[in-house]
């Protein structure tokens, strides 16, 4: 049996102020950093857990809890991967609003389809990304917005390519993410239907834990809290 963690950063900035986040780079809070710190005691209590490997996006929020999680695991030592396929979804010109103003604009359906639903994109900014840290990302691959489907699109390679090779060589791996990029990979990993998607929630830096066979299926599932 392997072990597959999930963590959904801890609180940052803009969760606290409930705007969209997506690609905009946020630290996090006092309280975010207090939920990481948590996170890692957590983890650091899972029988039999020993990664080989960090996997990250490369946004600060999931860096930072990456880093907390690691320091406290004494996990420092280990490779980490930051990748911008692990990012959030691209919320496109909704990044910087207000979800309740965004509700008022766009209408509560609107917005909960955009929101919560899987194939639904939201409106598109203007320009790609100007970053420094997607230069040598081919910039075909830089969305402008995304929906969950298309997160899980540009998501699922990474994974194939550099996590399921390592659990399937029986090392366990810690994944740090976003909520909507980890719920476009649990929903592939679950097999969760496109309606039923609608109703998951990843909280911020509650720890979920998949024990998996020598297929990588799904023999147990446990959320820390």
Not at 119 to 133: A, C, E, H, L, N
Request: proline share 5%; glycine share 4%.
């Amino acid at each position: 049996m392997v072990k597959l963690v999930l963590v959904r950063h801890g609180e940052s900035i803009a969760n606290a102020t409930n705007v969209y986040t997506g690609w905009n780079d946020v630290p996090l809070t006092k309280k975010g950093e207090e939920q990481a710190e948590k996170a890692g005691r957590l983890i650091q209590q899972i029988p039999d857990f020993y990664p080989t490997h960090i996997h990250t996006s490369v946004l600060s929020r999931a860096i930072m809890t990456a880093n907390i999680v690691a320091d406290i695991c004494n996990f420092l030592y280990l490779p980490i991967t930051k990748t911008w396929r692990l990012n959030e979804r691209h919320y496109g010109s909704l990044r910087g609003l207000n979800k309740d103003v965004s509700r008022k604009v766009f209408g509560v359906k609107q917005v909960l389809m955009w929101r919560r639903g899987f194939y639904s994109v939201p409106p598109k900014q203007g320009s790609p990304m100007i970053d420094r840290r997607y230069r040598l990302c081919d910039q075909h691959l830089m969305p402008r917005a995304e929906s969950l489907y298309q997160t899980q699109l540009r998501l699922m390679p990474y994974y194939y390519d550099h996590v399921a090779p390592r659990l399937l060589n029986n090392e366990d791996q810690l994944i740090v993410a976003h909520g909507s990029s980890l719920r476009a990979l649990i929903k592939k990993l679950e097999n969760i239907n496109d309606h039923d998607i609608v109703k998951l929630e990843v909280p911020n830096a509650e720890p979920i834990i998949y024990t998996m066979d020598n297929r990588l299926n799904i023999t147990n599932k446990e959320i820390l809290k």
